[in-house]
């Protein structure tokens, strides 16, 4: 069965400074993977995913992240911090098409703080 | 309008009290979801349903029973509450099978006393 753990449940970073985000997997087959973020009482929104093609993914708000299959990860990325993505982040992964129906697995969230 | 809604958005019941939460959405999506959300502990999945006709228990399904109205509603069941089913219940629905983009409503808050 797959599964995510990622490392920090949570990450101080400055306005203006890097963000990194580290997500690790586990699954059997080729995963798919995503990044969700929720921002203060909302739900889920995706952030971006990786499903096979490029390796490197951007998605919204300038976050991008790596899939590295060598090191089963899929950290996250953005080059600049701004006080908006405060929010808890989220990975979580997907065996796909091999798998037949199984659901998504999230793993526990990450909470972003940023600080002016 | 939101794809995603929930109803109540927030809710306060007592130890033992049958409640019920309930999920719309107007994505057309076959795949429905519930989920629980405490502190440190991240997503949990109570319940899934891939079609009307298909429900499947999740990680976390006891104490919980869903009911597939139609495509477009799910609603989550506590037959008798406990104050540990204090939580941020979520819903999402899915389109593409394997791709699993899902789409999340905005959650109710349960507190059970």
């Known amino acids: 069965a797959q599964s995510v753990t990622q490392l920090g449940s949570h990450v101080s970073v400055s306005e203006g400074a890097l963000v990194l985000l580290r997500c690790n997997y586990s699954s059997s087959v080729p995963p798919y993977l995503f990044w969700y973020v929720q921002y203060p009482n909302q739900g889920l929104q995706l952030l971006l995913k990786y499903t096979s093609a490029a390796t490197l993914v951007k998605g919204i708000n300038g976050f991008e992240a790596e899939f590295k299959k060598s090191e089963t990860s899929f950290h996250l990325t953005k080059p600049s911090a701004h006080m908006s993505d405060a929010a808890e982040y989220f990975c979580a992964v997907s065996e796909g098409w091999d798998s037949g129906n199984t659901p998504l697995v999230f793993g526990k969230g990450t909470r972003l703080s940023v600080i002016a | 309008d939101a794809d995603v809604t929930q109803t109540p958005r927030n809710r306060i019941t007592k130890t033992g009290k049958r409640i019920m939460l309930e999920c719309s959405q107007t994505?057309?999506?076959?795949?429905m979801y519930w989920y629980r959300q405490d502190p440190g502990l991240g997503l949990r999945l109570i319940y899934y349903?891939?079609?009307?006709?298909?429900?499947n228990k999740g990680e976390i399904s006891d104490g919980y029973s869903v009911s597939r109205q139609a495509q477009a509603k799910f609603s989550l069941s506590l037959e008798s509450a406990i104050p540990n089913q204090t939580a941020l219940y979520f819903c999402?629905?899915?389109?593409?099978?394997?791709?699993?983009?899902?789409?999340f409503g905005p959650g109710t808050r349960l507190l059970v006393l």
């Open positions: 349903s891939f079609d009307v006709k298909d429900i």
């Open positions: 999402a629905t899915s389109d593409l099978p394997g791709l699993e983009t899902q789409y």
């Open positions: 994505k057309g999506h076959d795949r």
